[in-house]
Every structure is written in structure tokens, then in C-alpha cells.
């Protein structure tokens, strides 16, 4: 019996030693990731049929409903053999109790008092859930009222406040007037409190959501524009996470910080604010006198009033009390474990919570998802496994401040830090035609390879590549720098490589009432191609990360990024005491040493063959984890100054724009606060922030050589 266990063994080790040795491991996977977007495996029925589950009701975080959908997802992920649970916070969201909103016009016109209600359309089908929808509000609005002239101030911007300062506008005791566009709505309330005003109104200009007033351009339901009464709701916080638990993650009876501590932390407005429509907004503004705001980008579309700027002779009494709840929010996390790097980890995030039915945004995302979610699933069936382990994340509270994706990555710090690959966040997954990627540099080329692969949901002639491109040479590529996603916890704040993915940018119903099933099906995505398309760029991402035996980053992208983003800086018209020498140097540095794990790289691949590649198994993982880590050096322990949350030193948002993304964060706010005031000291900061951009850039350059100085 022993000898026939021992040959028996000997044997199991002579072909396994075969297997690996001579054959390539899992020669198939090229195979099943061609086999990810066909037709037998995408489904764009069953897609629709998951949007319609979860836009069925309102679903604001905190909600029952909300967390019925989060029981959808957690058992459609685990009907498809999906590892799955539910990770739980509760964290303090706010709600609407009460708001008004009164116009006083000149004599002999009598007040207005708004109703802040958006209208259901006649055979709207969602009539009845409608009802659920929460008042139109700013989720951690100040409570309070304001009672003062209105001036308009365009769309609350910097430059625009200093194009009112211009003209001789007196902003104090006012209630600003402003439109949605440009830039993040917390820094429209944050701008106008800087400036003086007591309170503000943000409204939905016909100019851009509207269809500009054109008489061909109608508004949903006939088409796709917003309609007259349509409010865009949304969060005027300006941190990311509980607002009461910065750093730290809300588990249920944690430390929280106190309302006032909240307030000093700069994050939250000193101001009561509303949102409102574009109707209510051009009876308002119908009664601002002074003079004509200068230009085109000062005036609204076509039938427009005349655009002036105040103050008055319009009062506004606008009246706003909120409650903060602690609630209990849900994220949704699948796994599918690798079958040989398991302790790494290709992470794909959506969120689910929405201010109303969110058809767009969030859930069009959510679908895809499920989808990629089953696919992976039908691959497993026919015997595929990833080489790294798969991990869906399906965030709750996005809309409040990024709430459930920042918890959960603060409470796993240490572990997504050391072994996390990359993220692959989708929000919107489908508002329209046109596909728009944002990514850190290195994941360039891999978003581009990918987007050869998949056919054009709106040209089957062509790949999402060629449509891609086709207004220009080269793909459109955006950056991670902005506060709008579920990216900013793992680019931010841990330094994670990442990419968004989306098809149509901007829709002209967002965060209202109207992000319903039935706009999806007629304006957004009628044959759902467009969601099949997401989910198979998504999915073979993830595939290639999860899957191939060296990871598919390329630093030369990160390099060039640097080098451009450090040439911009020089046109900022820097003092004559600040210098870019240690900025230049360590971006040359850095090319070197992309360099260098490239050609690392392409030896690998090319002049070993797999049969010396199994031997050299450890330098392929020794040579992953610092293509993998080099990411992380671009974080500093401080943070941002004022921001410290803020970890990454090359992308973060701008200080007066959340959505906005800027290339070394650190040092534009310094040059702009130096150029403010203009002294010494100041000038100083600004070569300190370039000093510590510069010593991150050498650290990741160091990481990717690989060697002890």
C-alpha cells in the first residue's frame, strides 16, 4: 500500500511539475476574455430588468427602500455563487423638515411664494412612488433664514465674484443668486459666504439643462430636457465621509466629533441655501435690477430676461430647517477569490443610493454591475478562475459626501494599502452617447487596448475606440483629481491606481425627480447597448488586471503627465524667489525609472518565454508589487495643507471647486493664496508645496527601481 501511495504521489507531482513547467499557466484565459463580450454571455434584457427592480422607488440613503435595494443586489450577487455581504455603517445623513421660500417684488407686483415642488407629468408612471420623494433640499444645508436683495452671481464661481467686485456689486447681507454648471454646488454656497451673502439659491438655468429654449428642444416627457419645474438636488458638504467621524470609520457606537467641531472644520456651510428650479429661478431673477451681467456667459438662452446682477430691487426670504439622523447605511461586497494571488486585489465599485429613482445615477451603473457580476459567473461555469482575487463593491451614501465608499476604506486602510491592484469605479454608467474615461496615468494604455475590443454600442462598424477618438488624435483621458466619485477614498486618500468609465457625461435631468426608468428607456438608452458596452469595458479591465501574469501599467503615461502638469506651472507666472528645479529634476528622475520597469518588463515577456517565467516566478511578483505600490509614494502622511485627508500630492480637488481635478493640488493652493496676498512668507509656502511634491515623485521613482540607496 505505501508503495503504491508513494507512486501514486510521484506521479500527481511529475504532471503537475509538467503542467507548470512546459505548458503556459491557464493558456485558456485569453480565451474566456474574448468569450466575456460576446453574445452568449452579455445580456442587455437582463440589464434592463435590473434597473427597472431598482429604480422602481426613491432611494435615498437611510431609506427602507434603499436598503431593499441593497437586499437586491446582495442576493442577485450570491445567486451567481458570488461570495457576498453586507458591510454596515451609521452615519449621521441629514433630511428636510421644513422650507419656504417668499419673493418680494416691487409695487404694485405682489409677493410670490414658491411651492419648491416638482410637478408629475400627466401619465407620469411613477406617479404614485413620487409621493416618497424627499422635499427639494441641500443635504447638510445650514438651518436658518435668510432675508435679503438678491444679487445674481452667474455660477458662483471665484472669477465671478471678482467680476462682481468689479463692477461695484455689494454682496453683504445679500442672497445670492446662482446657477448650477461649472462648478461643485458646496463651493457655490462656500463662494457666496466668502463673499458676504447670507444665503443662496441655486437654480436649474434653461440655458443648460433646459435645451436652451430653442423651439425645437422639448422637455421630458417629450424629451430630454429638464422640465420647467425640475429641481436638481444634491449635497453642499465639502469633505468626504461622516462629516462626525473624519479618518475614522462610523461603526455603531463609535467616536463622533460634536456639531461645532463639525462647523470649524470648514466642510459644512455657515449659510442656509435651497435649490430651485429654472421656473422659480426666472421669477426671481425677472426682478433683479442694476446693471446687465457682462456677456454671453453672463446670460441665459433663448426667451431669457436680461440677466442683471443687483442687488434687488427682488427680496427673498428663504427659510430652511434640516434634522441630522444617524442612519444605517449599507455597502454591498462580492468576492471571487483569486486561485493564485488571492491576497490581491482587483476591486469594481458603483453606488446605489440616489436622491430619487436615480435611473442614471446611480443605478445604470448598478445594472452593469450585476452584469459584469454574471458574466464572471457564466465564465466560472466554463471553468475559468481569476489569477487575483475579485472584489464588487456596491457603495451606500455616495450622494451625501462619498459616505459609504470613504467609511469602508478607512476601516480597511492597511489592508487595501498593501494589496489592492487597482479600482475600477463606474457612477453613471449610461447617460447618452460618447464613452469618457478618467484614470491615473498608468492605466492609459490598458483603457485604450480595451476600448479596441468593444464594438461601438452606436456604430456596430466601429469599436468604442474609433468613436472615441474620432473628434481628435488621441483619447480624451481624464484625471481622478475631483471629489465626484467613489475613486476619491482610494486615489486620495490611499493611493490606489484607478479608472472611471461612463458613456454621455452630463444628462440634462440630473439629481431630480425625472432620473426615472422611463427617461432611461427613451432618451438614455433605449436598446440598452450602450449598458452592455459599460459592462464589457469594465468587466475586461478587470479581467486583464485580475488575470494577466504581469500587471498592464505603464509609467512613461505617468511621466508625461508630470512633465506637462510642471510645464503649466511655469506659465502661473511664479515669483522670482520660488524655483521648479527640484520639481524638473525628480520628474526626469522618474522617467528614468519608468524606464527602467519597462524594459524589466518587456524582458519578461519577451526573451525568457513562460518556461523561464515560472522559474522567475518571485521577480514577477517582486516586479507586480512595485508597478502596484508605486502609487501609493505619491501620498504624504500630512495631506494637503487644510485638507489632511487629502493624502495624494499629484491629484486632489480644487480648494473652490470639488468637481474640479487639479495636478499638484498643494501647490496651486498655495500660489493662489500667495498671489492673494503677495508677501514673502506666502512665496515661501509655495517653494515648501513644491519642494514635497518633489520629494513624493522621488519616492515613487525609487519604488519602481526597486533598490536600497
Not at 509538467?18 to 453574445?39: I, V
Not at 413620487?130 to 438678491?150: D, I, L, R, W
Not at 488586471?545 to 500587471?551: P, T
Amino acid at each position: 500500500m505505501f508503495f503504491k501511495v508513494a507512486i501514486s504521489s510521484l506521479i500527481t507531482i511529475a504532471t503537475s511539475i509538467y503542467f507548470l513547467y512546459y505548458l503556459p499557466p491557464f493558456p485558456h484565459k485569453p480565451y474566456y476574455h474574448s468569450l466575456f463580450t460576446s453574445d452568449s454571455l452579455s445580456d442587455n434584457e437582463s440589464i434592463s430588468n435590473h434597473l427597472y427592480t431598482l429604480t422602481r422607488r426613491p432611494h435615498i440613503a437611510g431609506s427602507e427602500a434603499n436598503a431593499e435595494a441593497a437586499a437586491y443586489v446582495l442576493s442577485t450577487l450570491s445567486s451567481y455563487s458570488i461570495q457576498s455581504h453586507i458591510a454596515s455603517y451609521h452615519t449621521a445623513l441629514t433630511y428636510p423638515e421644513s422650507r419656504s421660500l417668499v419673493l418680494t417684488r416691487p409695487s404694485p407686483d405682489p409677493p410670490v411664494r414658491f411651492s419648491l415642488e416638482q410637478e408629475i407629468y400627466e401619465g407620469d408612471p411613477y406617479a404614485e412612488p413620487a409621493s416618497q420623494v424627499e422635499p427639494t433640499f441641500h443635504a447638510y444645508a445650514k438651518s436658518g433664514t435668510a432675508v435679503g436683495p438678491v444679487v445674481f452671481a452667474n455660477y458662483g464661481r471665484v472669477e465671478d465674484y471678482a467680476v462682481l467686485k468689479q463692477m461695484g456689486v455689494n454682496i453683504s447681507g445679500s442672497v445670492v443668486l446662482a446657477r448650477y454648471g461649472k462648478i461643485y454646488r458646496g463651493d457655490i454656497v462656500e463662494n457666496a459666504y466668502a463673499a458676504g451673502a447670507i444665503g443662496v439659491l441655486i437654480f436649474t438655468d434653461r440655458k443648460d439643462y433646459g435645451g436652451g429654449g430653442a423651439a425645437e428642444e422639448k422637455w421630458f416627457p417629450d424629451g430630454k430636457w429638464m422640465p420647467p419645474s425640475g429641481v436638481q438636488v444634491g449635497s453642499v458638504y465639502g469633505g468626504a465621509g461622516d462629516p462626525t467621524t473624519p479618518g475614522w470609520p462610523s461603526s455603531e457606537g463609535c467616536e463622533r466629533i460634536s456639531d461645532e467641531e463639525v462647523e470649524k472644520s470648514g466642510d459644512v456651510p455657515l449659510i442656509p441655501s435651497l435649490p430651485i428650479s429654472w421656473a422659480d429661478g426666472d421669477v426671481i431673477i425677472r426682478t433683479v435690477g442694476g446693471e446687465v451681467g457682462i456677456g454671453d456667459d453672463w446670460q441665459g438662452g433663448k426667451d431669457s430676461p436680461v440677466y442683471r446682477v443687483g442687488p434687488g430691487p427682488g427680496v427673498v426670504n428663504l427659510t430652511y430647517k434640516g434634522k441630522q439622523v444617524i442612519s444605517k447605511i449599507d455597502n454591498v461586497v462580492g468576492i471571487i477569490e483569486g486561485a493564485e494571488e488571492p491576497d490581491r486585489f482587483v476591486i469594481l465599485g458603483n453606488h446605489r443610493d440616489a436622491w430619487t429613482f436615480g435611473a442614471v445615477d446611480p443605478n445604470s451603473g448598478t445594472a452593469c454591475l450585476l452584469e459584469v457580476a454574471e458574466r464572471m459567473y457564466k465564465l466560472q461555469k466554463k471553468g475559468w478562475k481569476p489569477r487575483r482575487t475579485i472584489v464588487f463593491c456596491n457603495w451606500d451614501a455616495e450622494e451625501y459626501g462619498l459616505i459609504g465608499s470613504t467609511e469602508w476604506v478607512e476601516e480597511n486602510r492597511n489592508m487595501l494599502g498593501s494589496k489592492v491592484v487597482a479600482y475600477l469605479n463606474v457612477d453613471v454608467a449610461v447617460g447618452g452617447p460618447g464613452f469618457e474615461a478618467s484614470a491615473t496615468p498608468q492605466l492609459d494604455g490598458l483603457l485604450v487596448h480595451v476600448a479596441k475590443l468593444v464594438t461601438d454600442p452606436d456604430n456596430s462598424s466601429q469599436t468604442v475606440y474609433d468613436s472615441w477618438v474620432s473628434s481628435t488624435n488621441n483619447p480624451k483621458m481624464g484625471r481622478l483629481g475631483g471629489g465626484g466619485s467613489d475613486y476619491a477614498a482610494f486615489v486620495q486618500h490611499i493611493g490606489v491606481p484607478s479608472a472611471d468609465l461612463s458613456f454621455g457625461g452630463g444628462y440634462p435631468v440630473y439629481h431630480s425627480m425625472y432620473d426615472d426608468f422611463t427617461w432611461m428607456k427613451k432618451f438614455g438608452d433605449p436598446m440598452f447597448q450602450r449598458h452592455v458596452a459599460v459592462a464589457s469595458l469594465w468587466g475586461l479591465v478587470a479581467l486583464k488586471l485580475a488575470d494577466d501574469e504581469l500587471l498592464p501599467f505603464n509609467y512613461h503615461s505617468y511621466a508625461l503627465e508630470l512633465q506637462k502638469s510642471a510645464e503649466e506651472l511655469k506659465d502661473r507666472a511664479l515669483n522670482k524667489v520660488v524655483t521648479l528645479v527640484p520639481l524638473l529634476k525628480s520628474i526626469s528622475e522618474f522617467e528614468k525609472a519608468a524606464t527602467k520597469i519597462n524594459d524589466e518588463r518587456e524582458a519578461l515577456i519577451e526573451s525568457k518565454g513562460w518556461k523561464s517565467m515560472w522559474k522567475d516566478g518571485h521577480k514577477i511578483r517582486e516586479l507586480n508589487d512595485r508597478l502596484m505600490m508605486a502609487e501609493r509614494a505619491f501620498t504624504d502622511r500630512e495631506g494637503l495643507s487644510g485638507r489632511s485627508w487629502y493624502k495624494h500630492l499629484i491629484y486632489a480637488p480644487s480648494k473652490h471647486d470639488d468637481y474640479g481635478s487639479k495636478s499638484f493640488p498643494g501647490i496651486d493652493d498655495a500660489i493662489e493664496k500667495a498671489k492673494s496676498i503677495n508677501t514673502t512668507e506666502s512665496w515661501r509656502s509655495v517653494q515648501h508645496e513644491i519642494w514635497r511634491v518633489a520629494r513624493v515623485i522621488t519616492q515613487a521613482s525609487l519604488c519602481l527601481v526597486g533598490k536600497l540607496t
